[in-house]
């Protein structure tokens, strides 16, 4: 069964730069996975980042961005803020209807 | 505006049934695929699996194949996540999430949840 990869945790500085990543148990990433990005804060509905790879969901600020970083998707957060401080989730699109969350990254702004 | 409402928090005692809803409105709701997601307890998300309501065609993550029920009444725009048994590992939040319809394969829209306590 694919396994999609992500840091279990995280930390990074007010201000300063981040790069989350996801990745596969099995081979590379790519733009064919549709990579998308999710923020959840504890106790709320996650919240759509990043589509299709780079595209920013409606009301997400520019700070956060999305990219392929070798064989792996990743979530840039440049100026992190304290709010950002979350859980990140990347999804992949495998194919035929069928989707694999990575099991998320847990950001500390400090 | 588009909107994924859920049924409400469910306790249950193992070995019983269950069915939950997610009733979509301010769209098309035949022409969206509708995932459900579960969240246990202090863990991340799992993609349990996605039903399209236009022709009830559904797809199942291994992990959840056999396990649950994924169905839908499109006269009421609503999709279910059903058990014929729960089990105390049931015990998590769900999340009913709508998928873009224009190829570009991410959740634009999420419900709040379902809360589902399975305990003796």
């Known amino acids: 069964q694919t396994v999609v990869t992500q840091e279990p945790s995280f930390s990074v500085s007010p201000g300063g730069k981040v790069t989350l990543t996801c990745g596969l148990s099995?081979?590379?990433?790519?733009?064919?996975?549709?990579p998308s990005w999710y923020q959840q804060t504890p106790g709320h509905t996650p919240r759509t980042l990043i589509y299709s790879t780079n595209t920013r969901s409606s009301g997400v600020p520019d700070r956060f961005s999305g990219s392929i970083l070798g064989n792996k998707a990743a979530l840039t957060i440049t100026g992190a803020q304290a709010e950002d401080e979350c859980d990140y989730y990347c999804?992949?699109?495998?194919?035929?209807?069928?989707?694999?969350f990575g099991g998320g990254t847990k950001l500390t702004v400090l | 505006e588009v909107q994924l409402v859920q049924s409400g928090a469910e306790v249950k005692k193992p070995g019983e049934s269950l069915k939950i809803s997610c009733k979509g409105s301010?769209?098309?709701?035949?022409?969206?695929?509708i995932a459900w997601v579960r969240q246990m307890p202090g863990k991340g998300l799992e993609w349990m699996g996605i039903i399209y309501p236009g022709d009830s065609d559904t797809r199942y993550s291994p992990s959840f194949q056999g396990q649950v029920t994924i169905s839908v009444d499109k006269s009421i725009t609503t999709a279910y996540l059903q058990w014929s048994s729960l089990k105390a590992s049931d015990t998590a939040m769900y999340y009913c999430?709508?998928?873009?319809?224009?190829?570009?394969?991410?959740?634009?829209?999420w419900g709040r949840g379902t809360l589902v306590t399975v305990s003796s």
């Open positions: 099995s081979g590379s990433v790519s733009t064919s996975y549709y």
């Open positions: 301010g769209y098309s709701f035949s022409t969206y695929w």
């Open positions: 999804a992949l699109y495998m194919g035929s209807g069928i989707w694999v």
């Open positions: 999430a709508r998928q873009d319809p224009y190829g570009l394969y991410y959740f634009d829209n």
